[in-house]
């Protein structure tokens, strides 16, 4: 049995999901999930006993246990590979600041799972100098997008690997029974977290003009995993759910007809892959990320040339318009997502990686 550490953030649901993917699929590793802020570890089943809300402490640290942990840290991580005898760094994230210099001179296989705003819009001085240190460490580098491989060969000119994690055969399953029915309620969905980057309060306007004309005809649903960052308007939404769990969220976002997903700046979606294989039609921002990853299909995904509300209502009033040929496109999204989001091909890749690389 080798030993390997998950370095990521124990709370993001996105990197817990993939932890246990990891401990699930790689039965030759025993695995540790190891919080970058805290320097606590996990076990996967540790993790599978505790509601994801057991770990929200993490973001309510005082910024003195903040500052301080960022120094001590790393200590803990070089203590931890030093006792454990690990094989495998697995790093999620690749803007570590000084958790950096334990990895960089440790002889373990490191694998560097790059976050889009790690070589895209978050990819400047100081944590530039670091990610760059980390990814030239990397024995593998893994990306999501054709785009971001881009962005990483530029910044250490290796080839990174393809790989977008996949969705779950359950989950694809689910797709298919997902059909759209004809009620004349058409159900809107906005669930990235009310952060500037996501441009939440254009999607807000938006949906007030939306409403003025189709009032009840129109409902609208507003998720994020934390408190809004910005100011909102929440008498606009139809609900407002905050901190669900990853289940409850797909829950949700099977209830849809429309998604909006506009940031400013983005990797790649994991939102965008869910709402393709149930069948729900994405609404995107036209940004360099997504360029490239969809074919040219009017029913696939809508895209968003202008991030503004006026553009944003214009393009939903055409949707509705055509709701009833978008509903009935729903298996060309969820073909799409089988074809490409296949969680066996991923797993394929991961393996590999681990067993090769």
Same mark, same amino acid.
């Given at each position: 049995m080798?030993?390997?550490?998950?370095?990521?953030?124990? !709370?993001?649901?996105?990197?817990?999901?993939?932890?246990?993917?990891l401990v699930?699929?790689?039965?030759?590793?025993?695995?540790?999930?190891?919080?970058?802020?805290?320097?606590?570890?996990?076990?996967?089943?540790?993790?599978?006993?505790?509601?994801?809300?057991?770990?929200s402490?993490?973001?309510?640290?005082?910024?003195?246990?903040? *500052?301080?942990?960022k120094? /001590? /840290?790393?200590?803990? *991580?070089?203590?931890?590979?030093?006792?454990?005898?690990?094989?495998?760094?697995?790093?999620?994230?690749?803007s570590?600041?000084?958790?950096?210099?334990?990895?960089?001179?440790?002889?373990?296989?490191?694998?560097?799972?790059?976050?889009?705003?790690?070589?895209?819009?978050?990819?400047?001085?100081p944590? #530039?100098?670091?990610?760059k240190?980390l990814l030239? $460490?990397?024995? /593998?580098?893994?990306?999501?997008?054709?785009?971001?491989?881009?962005?990483a060969?530029?910044?250490?000119?290796?080839?990174?690997?393809?790989?977008?994690?996949?969705?779950?055969?359950?989950f694809?399953?689910?797709?298919?029974k997902?059909?759209?029915?004809? !009620?004349?309620?058409?159900?809107?969905?906005?669930?990235?977290?009310?952060?500037?980057?996501?441009?939440?309060?254009? @999607? =807000?306007?938006?949906?007030?003009? *939306?409403?003025?004309?189709f009032?009840?005809?129109? $409902?609208?649903? =507003?998720? #994020? *995993?934390?408190?809004? %960052?910005?100011?909102?308007?929440?008498?606009?939404?139809?609900?407002v759910?905050?901190?669900? #769990?990853?289940?409850?969220?797909?829950?949700?976002?099977a209830?849809?007809e429309?998604? @909006?997903?506009i940031?400013?700046?983005?990797?790649? !979606?994991?939102?965008?892959?869910?709402?393709?294989?149930?069948?729900?039609?994405? @609404?995107?921002?036209?940004?360099?990320?997504?360029?490239?990853e969809? &074919?040219?299909?009017?029913?696939?995904?809508?895209r968003?040339?202008d991030?503004?509300?006026?553009?944003?209502?214009?393009?939903?009033?055409?949707?509705i %318009?055509?709701?009833d040929?978008?509903? #009935?496109?729903?298996? @060309? $999204?969820?073909?799409?997502?089988? &074809?490409?989001?296949?969680?066996?091909?991923?797993v394929?890749i991961?393996?590999?990686?681990?067993?090769?690389?």
């Amino acid at each position: 049995m080798k030993s390997a550490i998950f370095l990521g953030n124990i !709370s993001s649901p996105l990197a817990v999901n993939r932890f246990l993917i990891l401990v699930d699929e790689l039965v030759g590793y025993d695995f540790l999930f190891f919080d970058k802020s805290t320097g606590l570890s996990f076990t996967g089943q540790e993790i599978r006993t505790r509601n994801f809300k057991d770990f929200s402490y993490v973001g309510k640290r005082t910024f003195a246990s903040k *500052l301080i942990d960022k120094f /001590v /840290v790393p200590f803990k *991580l070089l203590s931890l590979m030093r006792k454990g005898k690990i094989n495998l760094v697995h790093v999620h994230g690749a803007s570590l600041l000084l958790l950096v210099f334990p990895l960089y001179f440790s002889k373990v296989k490191l694998v560097t799972t790059c976050q889009g705003s790690d070589i895209g819009f978050g990819y400047r001085f100081p944590y #530039s100098i670091f990610t760059k240190v980390l990814l030239r $460490r990397s024995d /593998v580098i893994t990306v999501k997008s054709n785009q971001m491989a881009f962005q990483a060969k530029k910044i250490v000119n290796k080839i990174p690997t393809l790989l977008n994690w996949g969705l779950s055969v359950d989950f694809i399953n689910r797709g298919a029974k997902n059909a759209k029915d004809s !009620s004349k309620v058409i159900r809107i969905v906005s669930m990235r977290s009310a952060r500037p980057l996501y441009n939440i309060p254009i @999607i =807000f306007e938006a949906i007030k003009y *939306l409403k003025c004309d189709f009032g009840e005809k129109v $409902r609208f649903t =507003f998720i #994020s *995993l934390c408190e809004p %960052e910005v100011d909102l308007d929440l008498s606009v939404a139809d609900e407002v759910a905050l901190g669900l #769990s990853q289940q409850e969220c797909i829950d949700e976002l099977a209830k849809a007809e429309i998604m @909006i997903s506009i940031p400013s700046h983005d990797g790649f !979606s994991t939102t965008i892959m869910e709402a393709l294989a149930l069948g729900v039609y994405p @609404i995107i921002s036209n940004i360099e990320a997504y360029s490239g990853e969809f &074919e040219d299909s009017p029913y696939l995904v809508q895209r968003l040339d202008d991030l503004s509300a006026d553009s944003l209502e214009k393009v939903l009033r055409e949707v509705i %318009e055509n709701i009833d040929a978008i509903r #009935s496109a729903s298996g @060309i $999204r969820r073909r799409f997502a089988q &074809e490409n989001y296949s969680y066996s091909s991923q797993v394929s890749i991961i393996k590999e990686i681990y067993d090769h690389g």
